[in-house]
């Protein structure tokens, strides 16, 4: 009898560390330093740019925006590299695509979230909207694809000016 209760306790144990390892924390760091001059800022895109999901962890939060266009310098290798409307709705090796968003669209950043795993260490997303007043399937993006690698740690991404300059208002 005792040893139904050892493989009861090393099950919950299991499960404990398998909890830890595999959980992430999600905050929104909007109005911290350096995350709050990032929400409100507006883009166009210079480029056209896929919406699209990665086949492997489809359920990612909001899907992602980016390009493989040659003269970008985050390139997302896994798209298609000509932009056309044939894609959209295909599911590719890595990726399945869901839409083609025209060179010139605005879009508007609502958030700054930081997710914090043991297994992915700290990721900082960029969440945006678009503002051509299209209903679309889904709310917002992720402009994760579209950040420049920082520095050091604690330096604020810089979204890739090549694929989405920032938009001046006059």
Not at 17 to 39: A, C, F, H, R
Not at 117 to 120: D, E, F, G, N
Not at 146 to 170: F, Q
């Given at each position: ?58 359920t ?56 914090e795993?043991?297994?992915?260490g ?11 007043d299209l ?36």
């Open positions: 009898m005792k040893w139904l209760l050892f493989a009861f306790v090393a099950i919950v144990a299991a499960f404990a560390i398998w909890w830890q390892l595999n959980t992430s924390k999600i905050s929104y760091v909007n109005g911290l330093e350096p995350y709050d001059v990032m929400p409100g800022r507006e883009y166009i895109l210079q480029f056209d740019c896929y919406v699209f999901a990665w086949r492997e962890n489809p990612s939060g909001f899907p992602l925006l980016g390009c493989n266009h040659p003269d970008v310098r985050n390139r997302v290798i896994a798209l298609p590299a000509e932009n056309a409307r044939t894609y959209v709705g295909r599911e590719l090796e890595q990726v399945r695509i869901v839409d083609l968003i025209p060179r010139g669209t605005r879009l508007l950043l609502t958030s700054v979230r930081r997710e795993s043991r297994r992915a700290t990721v900082i997303t960029y969440e945006a909207k678009f503002l051509d209903d679309r399937p889904y709310q917002k993006v992720d402009l994760r694809p579209l950040l420049l690698p920082v520095a050091g740690s604690g330096d604020v991404p810089a979204i890739d000016e090549t694929i989405a300059a920032p938009w001046i208002k006059r």
